[in-house]
């Protein structure tokens, strides 16, 4: 790939909103691990049900473990897989509008990006984005 597609600007863009992730039952079980929490703990502390969805807490219309000042992800190293993947995510490749649409708002995307390199290199990371 000759042109750098992405590269994350710390903006927390991608954090915020009304509602986050649903969180598996492993990822639950690894943040919670990672927190030092048992599984209640984490529940009532981080987390909110939807239905039968379990996601993180908003807080300022951030995810609760987005660190406003610092701009960072408080647990990266166990983050969801959804937001592993953000913005290169496989929703991208359904249609190049749903592309431009996160492409203007996400500041990491290069300019000169194109649907179909963006879309050449998603396939091409498989899970690994």
């Not at 992405?6 to 919670?32: D, M, N």
């Amino acid at each position: 790939m000759s042109v750098k597609i992405f590269e994350c600007k710390r903006c927390g863009f991608c954090c915020q909103g009304e509602s986050t992730v649903s969180l598996t039952p492993p990822e639950q079980e690894s943040i919670a691990m990672f927190l030092g929490l048992n599984l209640s703990e984490f529940f009532e502390r981080y987390t909110v049900k939807k239905g039968s969805r379990v996601e993180m807490k908003t807080i300022n219309g951030h995810c609760i473990f987005f660190d406003e000042k610092e701009k960072i992800c408080r647990i990266h190293p166990v983050k969801p897989s959804h937001c592993r993947r953000w913005p290169l995510h496989p929703s991208i490749l359904k249609d190049r509008e749903s592309f431009e649409i996160i492409k203007r708002t996400c500041p990491g995307f290069s300019p000169s990006a194109t649907w179909e390199e963006v879309v050449d290199f998603i396939r091409y990371m498989g899970d690994t984005c």
